[in-house]
């Protein structure tokens, strides 16, 4: 593409950011891709990285590679802090402004505190690689700490592993632990028993996965009692500390807190002054873009919007998707000439989640499933959602090797202790 042709400057290489570029293939336009990390990541087995089941490398990929073949794309590896829209200007942190035509803003979420930002080095989130590597860790070392813990109250807390938040993170994080503890790890140790660790997935709501029917939400917290999880619903958590937590006003000395209850959108809202909900998600308009900014548009979990239930759109992967597509579709339909394109309409296609060994819920809508065979369906949307056939392929072995030996091959304990214990004071 020539110099003159428009400028689409995507911000965020995610499942948004990427199908926008996917779906420009052949367009007459230059695109330049900015992300803050040089990979896209594969966020919905991010909890298998924290548990030790799967490697960062299989669920991560160089975006610069991913677009190698594309002329039209040419990738950066910056961190986007400003946009200046009356000049049409991106502004990176090292103070290098990149001029667009159009602009796609696709910069995701993070996990939220509730105002209690002072919890997160107690109780990190889930988000990024270095998150599930900072929870693996934490998780692992608690192990390797109780081993050689002689006084019986510390060694407790140190096998006592905190989830808050019952929402698909956290159910998938508590029955992975709780199955790590119970059949991966019991041979490995000599002084203590993992099958009596004790895992807590504590909720402020009434039910785990309140985003699925009542009776699949039932069947999940049955499912995670028999995995040996403690679920406590209805207690919202008031205090998270180096010694553990206070929930429904019981205090709980636990070693390994984890944060899955909240997220906050990026700072695109911020960056335009735009209209925002309480999590910080722009209010674009029915075609996707920022309101007042027609050459903006900005999708997936930074963005909120009706659905056709007049429910908010949900923020997962598909949703991102179909957003990145459309948007992908109007910059084409404009390039044509075209001035008015119907509204973007959003298909729900099914909300999956994973409890543990070949324990999953599905509602499709229309059917809903459990138990085993909805695990196969999880387990083969996701292998198929991965990028490239070896990540496929080495993925569907690690799970193998779980389901049929119980080893979690990724138990690796990288950074220090040290720098755990500093990064904890
Ligand atoms: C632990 C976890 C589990 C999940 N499980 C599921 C699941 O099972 N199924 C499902 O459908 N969804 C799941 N989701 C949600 C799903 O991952 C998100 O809805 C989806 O990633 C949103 O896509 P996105 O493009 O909006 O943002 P993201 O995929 O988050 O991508 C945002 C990109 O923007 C970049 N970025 C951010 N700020 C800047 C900046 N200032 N400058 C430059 N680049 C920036 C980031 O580096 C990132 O690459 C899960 C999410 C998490 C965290």
């Excluded at 996707?288 to 056709?308: K, M, N, Q, R, S």
């Amino acid at each position: 593409m020539g110099e003159a042709s428009p400028h689409v400057v995507v911000v965020g290489g995610g499942f948004g950011g990427l199908e926008t570029v996917g779906r420009l293939a052949g367009a007459p336009v230059r695109i330049t891709l900015v992300d803050a990390r040089n990979y896209h990541l594969f966020q919905p087995l991010l909890y298998q990285v924290a548990t030790a089941s799967l490697a960062a490398s299989e669920i991560a990929w160089p975006i610069r590679h991913l677009f190698s073949k594309r002329r039209d794309v040419t990738t950066w590896l910056a961190t986007v802090d400003a946009i200046d829209a009356k000049t049409r200007q991106v502004f990176l942190d090292d103070g290098t402004a990149l001029a667009y035509d159009t602009l796609v803003l696709a910069t995701g979420a993070r996990h939220a505190y509730f105002g209690h930002d002072d919890w997160e080095i107690f109780a990190p989130g889930l988000k990024t690689l270095e998150d599930a590597t900072t929870l693996r860790r934490r998780i692992l070392l608690a192990f390797e700490r109780a081993e050689r813990e002689e006084k019986k109250a510390q060694q407790a807390a140190l096998l006592t592993f905190v989830i808050i938040g019952a929402g698909p993170t956290g159910v998938e994080l508590a029955g992975t632990i709780a199955e790590l503890a119970r059949a991966t790890l019991p041979r490995d140790f000599r002084t203590i028993d993992t099958r009596k660790a004790r895992i807590l997935l504590i909720e402020a709501g009434p039910r785990v996965l309140p985003g699925f029917p009542e009776d699949l939400s039932a069947y999940a917290k049955n499912a995670l009692e028999r995995l040996g999880v403690e679920v406590s619903l209805g207690t919202p958590v008031s205090e998270c500390t180096a010694e553990g937590v206070v929930y429904g006003g019981k205090s709980l000395p636990a070693a390994t807190i984890i944060w899955a209850a909240g997220v906050h959108a990026s700072s695109a809202a911020k960056w335009l002054d735009a209209p925002a909900d309480g999590a910080g998600r722009i209010k674009v308009e029915a075609d996707l873009t920022v309101p007042g900014h027609p050459e903006i548009f900005a999708i997936g979990d930074t963005v909120t919007i009706p659905g056709p239930d007049g429910r908010p759109v949900p923020g997962i992967a598909p949703a991102a998707k179909q957003e990145g597509a459309y948007v992908a579709a109007v910059i084409r339909a404009r390039l044509r000439g075209e001035t008015s394109t119907p509204p973007f309409r959003y298909r729900h296609a099914g909300s999956l989640a994973t409890i543990g060994k070949r324990l999953a819920v599905i509602d499709f809508g229309w059917i809903k499933l459990r138990g085993a065979i909805a695990w196969w369906i999880w387990g083969l949307a996701h292998i198929y959602f991965l990028i490239g056939v070896r990540n496929r392929l080495m993925v569907a072995l690690s799970w193998l090797w779980i389901h049929t030996r119980d080893q979690r091959g990724s138990r690796l304990i990288t950074q220090s202790a040290a720098a755990d214990a500093e990064r904890r004071r």
